[in-house]
């Protein structure tokens, strides 16, 4: 299972994608990571999917990451008669507090700290701005609004208020109840949805525990003027650009996207780009060019990995979207231009001997034609720091932690493998050089360069650099 890129594809599964056999699909095709995303359907439903990839992990025989998203405080609207309505433009359309399922006029907005907060002429946008309306009466029990520009509203479909200041805490009591289905389940990744502060994502690090990593969504203008010290207390960022793109600036979204992706690789930590990266996809079996641009200056711009929503979750052409990524992504690593962007983009070591030993893999690799690079990871982060030299190579993350080799799946250029521990150093090289020609990274004759921290097992101490030969093994 193999792949021909570095950078990571990550699928969310929902109703177009819930059998076990659909998911097997995905990953054959490309997914690296599944997403289980608690703003939509039952416990239940996760709970399968959840068993689904551990079996297919187990068949494959390849360490597989799960991503629980949390909702956090979106604001979404309630349920429909019809699942979904046209509101055509002028139209009047009303936002109440009646639990009843909405019509053509009506629907319920379970949020009521909201109808206290907002103004006549606010601004509201459904569904990541594809329905706008305009504020026209509000009282305690409803928002009468205009419809600006006609367009369809479903079935809990996000709301959004631009330029209201939310003071909701980035962890929900419903989040709180999924968080320990999920720890309970063992999930890899934690999305936190709508950080503001470093605060908030400290505040669930005590919850986890270490149970699992925390991917932290920036979804908010505000956590934009946070970036720095949020990045340093989250184990990866989500650039969440479909409410980021309604609450900031549109026309800021790209250069923000940029600067994102550029403080996360200075600082070692993987970033995600999601949201409508291949949104025509829901329903054509290929992408508009614009999206094929869009998910290529993703990878241009040095992103770990990429998010598939409703293409996979809920769309007509699920792996048809994991296949179109796929090439977009592959193509991109192959064209000289990427490569020279990924040089000059190359992150200056630290004065460690962690970073001085990982930054000469990745030129001893090139000077030597080797295969790959071998890190002997506990908890993971010597890959890390692998994967921000970003080399020529693949790299192989070997770990005796199941835990951690999962976790890895979203790392770029990172090819998991869960092994027993080297017993000694002339084990580690041994098992470096069968692994190598095992997973198809290396034959007889190649070099692979191993990065390693002696005494095995302790965490974050990468002191050894092999150059091996796969001769023998």
Same mark, same amino acid.
């Given at each position: 299972?193999r792949?021909?890129?570095?950078?990571?594809?990550i699928?969310?599964?929902?109703?177009?994608?819930?059998?076990?056999?659909?998911?097997?699909?995905?990953f054959?095709?490309?997914?690296?990571v599944f997403r289980l995303?608690?703003?939509?359907?039952?416990?239940?439903?996760h709970?399968?999917?959840?068993?689904?990839?551990?079996?297919?992990?187990?068949?494959?025989?390849?360490p597989i990451?799960?991503?629980?998203d949390?909702?956090?405080?979106?604001?979404?609207?309630?349920?429909f008669e019809?699942v979904?309505?046209f509101?055509?433009?002028g139209?009047?359309f009303?936002?109440d507090?009646?639990?009843?399922?909405?019509? %053509?006029?009506?629907?319920c907005?379970?949020?009521?700290?909201?109808f206290?907060?907002i %103004?006549k002429?606010?601004k509201?946008?459904v569904d990541d701005?594809k329905l706008?309306l305009?504020?026209?009466?509000?009282?305690?029990?409803?928002i009468? !609004?205009?419809?600006k520009?006609?367009g369809?509203?479903?079935?809990? %479909?996000?709301?959004n208020?631009?330029?209201l200041?939310?003071?909701?805490?980035?962890?929900?009591k419903?989040?709180?109840?999924d968080l320990?289905?999920a720890?309970?389940?063992g999930?890899?990744?934690?999305?936190?949805?709508?950080?503001?502060?470093?605060?908030d994502?400290?505040?669930?690090?005590?919850?986890v525990?270490?149970?699992?990593f925390i991917?932290?969504?920036?979804?908010?203008?505000?956590?934009?003027?946070?970036l720095n010290?949020i990045?340093?207390?989250?184990d990866a960022?989500?650039?969440a650009?479909?409410?980021?793109?309604?609450e900031?600036?549109?026309?800021?979204?790209p250069?923000e996207?940029?600067?994102?992706?550029?403080?996360?690789?200075?600082?070692?930590k993987?970033?995600v780009v999601?949201?409508?990266m291949?949104?025509?996809?829901?329903?054509?079996? #290929?992408?508009?060019?614009?999206?094929a641009?869009d998910?290529?200056?993703a990878?241009y711009? $040095?992103?770990?990995?990429?998010?598939?929503?409703?293409?996979?979750a809920i $769309?007509?052409?699920?792996?048809?979207?994991?296949?179109?990524?796929?090439?977009i992504i592959?193509?991109?690593?192959?064209?000289?231009?990427?490569?020279?962007?990924?040089?000059a983009? =190359?992150?200056?070591a630290?004065?460690?001997?962690?970073?001085a030993?990982?930054?000469?893999?990745?030129?001893?690799?090139?000077?030597?034609?080797?295969?790959?690079?071998? !890190?002997y #990871?506990?908890?993971?982060?010597?890959?890390?720091?692998?994967?921000?030299?970003?080399?020529?190579v693949?790299?192989?993350?070997?770990?005796p932690?199941?835990?951690?080799?999962?976790?890895?799946?979203?790392?770029?250029?990172? =090819?998991?493998?869960?092994?027993?521990?080297? %017993?000694?150093f002339?084990?580690?090289v041994?098992?470096?050089?069968?692994?190598?020609?095992k997973e198809?990274?290396?034959?007889?004759?190649?070099?692979?360069?191993?990065?390693a921290?002696?005494?095995?097992?302790?965490?974050?101490?990468?002191?050894?650099l092999?150059?091996?030969?796969?001769?023998r093994?």
């Amino acid at each position: 299972m193999r792949r021909n890129r570095k950078a990571k594809i990550i699928a969310t599964l929902g109703p177009s994608t819930s059998s076990f056999k659909s998911i097997k699909k995905l990953f054959d095709l490309g997914a690296d990571v599944f997403r289980l995303n608690f703003s939509h359907d039952i416990k239940e439903n996760h709970i399968k999917r959840f068993k689904d990839i551990r079996n297919l992990e187990k068949k494959v025989n390849k360490p597989i990451g799960i991503l629980m998203d949390l909702q956090g405080p979106k604001l979404r609207v309630g349920k429909f008669e019809e699942v979904s309505v046209f509101l055509k433009q002028g139209k009047k359309f009303m936002f109440d507090l009646n639990p009843s399922l909405g019509n %053509k006029s009506r629907v319920c907005l379970p949020h009521e700290e909201i109808f206290k907060k907002i %103004k006549k002429g606010n601004k509201i946008l459904v569904d990541d701005g594809k329905l706008t309306l305009i504020v026209t009466k509000i009282n305690s029990f409803y928002i009468e !609004t205009k419809v600006k520009f006609s367009g369809i509203i479903s079935n809990n %479909k996000g709301f959004n208020i631009p330029n209201l200041v939310s003071t909701n805490n980035s962890l929900t009591k419903k989040d709180k109840q999924d968080l320990k289905l999920a720890l309970k389940l063992g999930v890899d990744w934690i999305a936190l949805s709508f950080v503001q502060t470093a605060k908030d994502v400290k505040e669930i690090k005590k919850i986890v525990k270490n149970k699992a990593f925390i991917l932290t969504k920036l979804e908010k203008p505000k956590a934009l003027k946070n970036l720095n010290e949020i990045i340093d207390v989250s184990d990866a960022i989500m650039i969440a650009r479909g409410d980021l793109g309604i609450e900031a600036p549109l026309e800021n979204l790209p250069g923000e996207q940029k600067k994102i992706i550029t403080a996360c690789r200075q600082a070692g930590k993987p970033v995600v780009v999601a949201t409508q990266m291949l949104d025509s996809m829901v329903n054509f079996p #290929t992408p508009t060019r614009a999206e094929a641009s869009d998910v290529a200056t993703a990878i241009y711009d $040095g992103a770990d990995a990429l998010m598939l929503s409703a293409e996979t979750a809920i $769309g007509n052409y699920p792996n048809e979207s994991i296949q179109m990524m796929d090439k977009i992504i592959v193509k991109v690593e192959s064209d000289p231009l990427y490569l020279n962007i990924n040089e000059a983009s =190359h992150v200056k070591a630290e004065s460690t001997a962690e970073d001085a030993i990982t930054e000469s893999a990745k030129y001893v690799a090139r000077t030597m034609s080797a295969k790959a690079v071998v !890190t002997y #990871t506990t908890s993971g982060s010597t890959a890390l720091r692998a994967a921000r030299e970003r080399p020529d190579v693949p790299i192989m993350g070997i770990s005796p932690n199941l835990n951690t080799a999962r976790r890895l799946s979203l790392v770029w250029g990172v =090819h998991c493998i869960h092994t027993s521990d080297a %017993k000694s150093f002339k084990d580690m090289v041994l098992k470096a050089g069968r692994l190598a020609k095992k997973e198809k990274f290396a034959k007889q004759g190649d070099h692979v360069v191993i990065t390693a921290g002696v005494p095995f097992g302790q965490s974050g101490a990468t002191n050894v650099l092999r150059i091996a030969s796969v001769d023998r093994y």
